[in-house]
């Protein structure tokens, strides 16, 4: 039976049972808050035993002077991971109706001792032993190195929201070779059944939340689909709950021996069911490419160990080539991961790799494509962080040439050399839960970049994510976190965290669990100073505004399509035609191609002048290193409005100060390869 504890008034023979069930509860840890305080922000009722929250004072409400939200974001945590890789690789859960003592248990073979904590010390390192008790001494675990229990506990995060945080990404994570692989389980290891289950079982922990407040709609943990929706939660001065999904191969969407067993009706049925889920931002690929695209390496014997598992679940290796750019993938490494590689069958091994070949040969695939464009269509956000940036560079060339804001790189996972391409999109970044020295140095290379877009920053705290933790700086560290202390707005008081017997502390345990984020961010201000707090406290409408954006983005009239076009030469061919307005007859499958020399040009009338400020470029194998985007008023008169002199082909987006102009002109300087310029599609905008 459930047992709550009721703090208002109530008539003599129940304030007799709650002072008993209050005793109970003593007996079995210390009393759920750390003081008498009472409010909006206060639940009618807690499931006994409980955890404290140790934060006094009201959340803050309402938006700044400039009408804009307050608050951190988290843009990447993963609150549903025990459910994840056949339920029994992260231990414990988020809540429970019979409290703390029942969610915060170890995994059943971890008694007595940890010695079949497997995962622990693969993990960890050591032997894995540990005490596997949670409730009420919690002696080895949360902790910032534990990598496979429970961190995101429903009242942690409420600290955390305490703290000032008013966003946060619930990213439904699972991987079905790591499930297949791993030794214990108690469900099936299908992606997609998993992500469903993590969906329900966030709705479910909001409505346990809401039970504690008197109802439906009443607690702070809110499911928003909306920005409007995120909006008016943040000020009412509750936590806005956004769902996403970080997953190996979504929709079924794998690849064996690089053939797809999906198809773009399993992309539209999987987008549509995500969506109706709640689902908002996505990867497309998370560890092991996929069907849609390759994926960004692991380093180490970490990136030995997936490789192993890419095998496992596509039949082939990793895949290395020298990169096109001065933007890189991890370098894979080559030290071993003997429990990974006993999975491979007699005979393979993990392969070598070239040091200068950096690069994952997979990009984004026709059906990665097709995916990008039907998120867009869905008014989703794209994820960039794991792809490799071959995939990485193909998805922001679709998202430039729509000038599609929706891109999230959320825990440091992205080749930084992108980051002001997605500043420019309107996109939003975050940076993962790194100790405060490395967070501030991170932050403040990035500085100018949001000064420039005028965006604010975010965290990625990546937590129940199998990533590891900021560790503590010690006690005897010269600045350290002095408890209590003032929250970021100043509206909380902020103390030790206390759940059970065990209390935390950020300079001697680091970032242990959730509700180590104000802790974690004060240190991050003692660090790096208040200007780092200051753009992390901008972060939550940095974040509405690129989804806001991405909501309200409409596909800009292409005014090219069915224009008519000449150009300086076309090529002949006795099969098929490669005239000029080829490159305006929006099939892609059709294309202009010019003559085997340099200096050649094609020329689209618009009919009318008309506001121009963005012309694409869908380029064939035949692309154009060196040109121009030239406009004219009268096809005589023309002057430059773009050029490059580093084109690398595929799609191209010149963007420009608006300008009126009825003519447009692509003039081609210098060719990228012994063939002429060829165009598929050549799209001009007004937006």
Known sequence: MTVFRHSHPQRRPLAVLSLLLTAVAMVLGTAPSSSAESGWWTPVARPAPDSQINVTGEPFKGTDSQGQVRG????????MANEAFGGRLICGKAFSEMGVADALK???????????????????????????????????????DSLTHQQNYYAWVERAWRGGQRVLVNDLVTNGVI????????????????????????????????????GPGKGWFRIVTDSAQAREVIQQGKLAVVLGVETSEPFGCKQILDIAQCNRQDIDRGLDELHKLGVRSMFLCHKFDNALCGVRFDQGALGTAINVGQFLSTGTFWKTEKC????????IGLAAAPHAEKELPAGVAVP??????????????ALGEYAVRGMMKRKMMLEIDHMGVKAAGQAFDILESESYPGVISSHSWMDLGWTERLYRLGGFAAQYMNGAEAFTAEARRTDALRDKYNVGYGYGTDMNGVGGWPGPRGANTPNPVRYPFRSADGSA????????????????????????????????????????????????????????????????????AGSSASASSAEWSLFTSYAPERAVDGNSGTRWASDWSEDQWLRIDLGTPALIKRVTLDWERAYGKSYRVEVSTDGSDWRSVWSTTAGDGGLDTAQFTGTSARYVRVHGLERGTRWGYSLHEVGVYSS
């Not at 008081?493 to 065990?502: C, W």
């Open 72 to 79: 951190f974001v988290d843009a990447h945590d993963h609150i």
């Open 352 to 365: 070598s790799y070239a040091s200068d070949a950096q690069c994952n040969t997979r990009g984004l695939t």
């Open 324 to 331: 096109a750019g001065p933007q890189h993938d991890n370098p």
């Open 493 to 560: 008081v902020i103390d030790k965290q206390t759940t059970g017997e065990r209390t935390w502390d950020v300079n001697t345990d680091g970032a242990a669990h959730y509700g180590m984020v104000p802790d974690w961010l004060e240190d991050i201000r003692l660090v790096g100073g208040q200007g780092v707090v200051d753009d992390l406290f901008r972060g939550a409408e940095s974040y509405l505004d690129t989804w806001g954006a991405s909501e309200k983005h409409k596909a800009g009239v292409n005014l090219a």
């Open 106 to 144: 170890d995994c059943p073979e971890h008694y007595p001792d940890g010695s079949l904590a497997i995962f622990d010390f693969i993990t960890k390192g050591g032997d894995g032993k540990h005490d596997p008790n949670g409730w009420p001494t919690f002696k080895d675990w949360p902790a910032h």
């Open 179 to 214: 499930c297949s692989v791993y030794f214990f389980k108690d469900r099936s290891c299908d992606e997609m059944t998993s992500i469903r289950l993590q969906a329900q079982k966030t709705y479910d922990m909001q409505a346990f939340v809401d039970k504690m407040y008197g």
